[in-house]
Every structure is written in C-alpha cells, then in structure tokens.
C-alpha cells in the first residue's frame, strides 16, 4: 500500500516568491503595496504546501521502514519458532544421546568385569590343567608300580595257594589217620573190656594189649597235637590269604579306576572319586567319623583308638572286620604321615 501512494511536491517558496515580484516603476505605489503584500502571502502558503509535502514524505518513509520492521519481525519469529522447534529436537537426541552414552558406559563397566573374570577363570584353569596333566602323569607312574605289585601278589598268592592245597591235603592224611586210631582204639577198648572178663584166662594177653593201647593213645595225643599244630598253621595260612586277597581286592580297584581314568575324557571326575576312595580308606570303617590311628597286632587291622578301646572296655574284644580276639596289648597307636 506505501509503494503505491504516490505524494505531488509542490516547487519551492523561494522560487514562487522571486517570480510573483512586480517592479515599482512599471505599476503604481499603491498597487505596488498590495501585491507586495498578497506575495508575501502566498511565499508562505506555498512554503508552508512544501512543509506538508516533506512531513508527508517522512510519514511514507517511515511507513515503509515500519512495514520492513513488521516483515523482519514477522520473519525472526518464524525462525524462532523453527529455533525453538529444531532446539526441543536436539534437547531430546541430547537426552537419547546421554542416555546411549551412560548405558554404553555400564555395558563397557560390565564388559571389563566379564572380561576380567574370565580372565581369572582362564588363568585358574590353566592352573588346573597344569595340576591335573602332573597328577595324571603321577598316576600313571603309581598305576605301573600297581600293576608291577599286582604280578608279585598274583604270583606270592599262586604259591599260597599251593601251600594251602598242601596243606589242606595233610590235613585230609591225618584226620583219615585220627579217624583210623579211634576205631582202632574203640576195637582196642572193646577188646580190653572182653580181656578183662577173661582175665583169669589171658592176663598176658591182656597186659599186652594195654600196653598196646597205651602206645595207641600215645600216638592219638600225638596225632591230636599235630593235628591241632597243623589246624594254627592253617589258620595263619588262611588269614595271610585272606590279607592277601583284601589287598588283591584293592589293588584291582585301584587298577580299575586308573584304567577308567586313561579310557575317559573326562579325568577330573575320577580324580575326585579316587580322592574320596582313600578318604574313605583313611577313615574308620566302624564309627565312619575318626581317622584309623589304631592297629590290632594279630590281625593288622586299622581302625580308630576310640572304636578299639571302646569294644576293650565293652568285652567285645573281637576284630570288627575278621572277629580275631584281641587283649589290652594286641592294639596300639599308629602315626599315619
């Protein structure tokens, strides 16, 4: 609307004034005097037009420069908005962003711990590893030695078991010689008692016959006391046989665990089964709590002092494992280190 308004400027007074001017020796006085005057008037209506005509020229520049303010205005508003718009999106990627970088900060935490305990898991392993591959190789030397003590109780067992057989052969020779004397020595009886009736008739016969009775018995009390020398010797055979095939036992179990060992993948599992087996070896099979710190010296079984002296104590002096008597001097302490 200011572009279009179009404002007329009227000349200048000054120039208005000089060209109204009449000369005084063209016209008379009088006239002279009241165009001077009617000049003067219209000089100052006409720079009083010219006045109007720069206010209004003002007016149309300041309206223009308002109207250039409006728009500016009008325009730093709208980029304000977009400012404040754009400023509201970069608060927010700011939040998501911070956000992002404080969980980015817990995971990394997170990480390094991770990292470092697998660490100490890998090193602790590797130590394991080393322990296990040491233990295995000692096994291995101990399962040799095993196998080496096995031949030798096999072979030490073949010969026991020959002496038994012997044995037990001389045995069945003097039971079937015992059995012989006592019918013997029943005829022998029967025959004294039928001598004695006939006394009178066979006193000489008799005497013989008693002698003859006498030397019998004598070789019976004999036969009996090899017998009962034989029955010991026996008994002690059978309880080294019987020592020997616990140890045999043990042995082959032990053989058994080392060969599961070698077959399996998985060699810590046995290991710690092997570790539980002699604990278990190492504590009294009675009461099942105390360590054997005890022996019975006919037996050579372990158990724990308590257990001994409490079956002492009780008279139940019996070997809890083979029933062998024992008195107050059969057990003693032992040091197992």
């Not at 200048?12 to 006239?31: A, Q, R, Y």
């Not at 073949?158 to 013997?184: C, D, F, P, S």
């Not at 019976?220 to 010797?233: F, G, M, P």
């Not at 616990?246 to 060699?267: C, D, G």
């Amino acid at each position: 609307a200011l572009a279009s308004t179009h404002v007329s400027i009227p000349p200048s007074p000054s120039k208005t004034c000089k060209t109204g001017l009449v000369s005084p020796d063209e016209k008379g006085s009088n006239v002279s005097g009241s165009m001077t005057i009617i000049s003067s008037g219209k000089c100052k209506i006409t720079a009083s037009d010219w006045q109007v005509s720069e206010l209004q020229m003002e007016l149309y520049s300041v309206r223009r420069k308002s109207q250039s303010v409006e728009d500016q205005l009008k325009l730093h508003q709208q980029r304000l908005v977009a400012a404040k718009q754009q400023e509201d999106v970069l608060l927010k990627e700011m939040e998501i962003t911070v956000q992002a970088f404080e969980d980015a900060q817990e995971q990394n935490v997170r990480l390094v711990k991770t990292l470092r305990e697998k660490d100490d898991a890998h090193l602790k392993l590797m130590a394991e590893r080393m322990k296990t591959a040491q233990l295995a190789r000692l096994l291995k030397e101990d399962k040799q030695l095993l196998e080496e003590q096995i031949r030798l109780m096999q072979a030490k067992i073949e010969a026991l078991n020959r002496a038994v057989l012997k044995q037990e052969e001389k045995e069945r020779l003097l039971l079937t010689n015992l059995a012989t004397l006592e019918k013997e020595a029943s005829a022998r009886q029967k025959s004294q008692e039928a001598y004695k009736r006939k006394a009178l008739e066979s006193q000489q016969i008799s005497e013989d016959l008693r002698v003859t009775v006498q030397k019998y018995q004598s070789q019976l009390k004999d036969a009996q006391t090899t017998v009962q020398e034989k029955a010991s010797a026996f008994e002690r055979v059978s309880f080294g046989h019987q020592r020997l095939q616990e140890e045999l036992v043990t042995v082959r179990r032990k053989y058994e665990r080392l060969r599961k060992i070698e077959q399996s993948h998985n060699a810590d599992e046995f290991l710690l089964a092997e570790i539980q087996d002699y604990k278990e070896q190492l504590t009294c099979p009675t009461c099942k709590i105390n360590r054997k710190d005890a022996i019975l010296t006919k037996c050579f079984h372990v158990f724990c002092l308590n257990c001994l002296k409490v079956r002492y104590e009780t008279r139940n002096r019996k070997c809890p494992k083979c029933n062998a008597t024992f008195g107050a001097n059969d057990y003693h302490r032992i040091y197992l280190t």
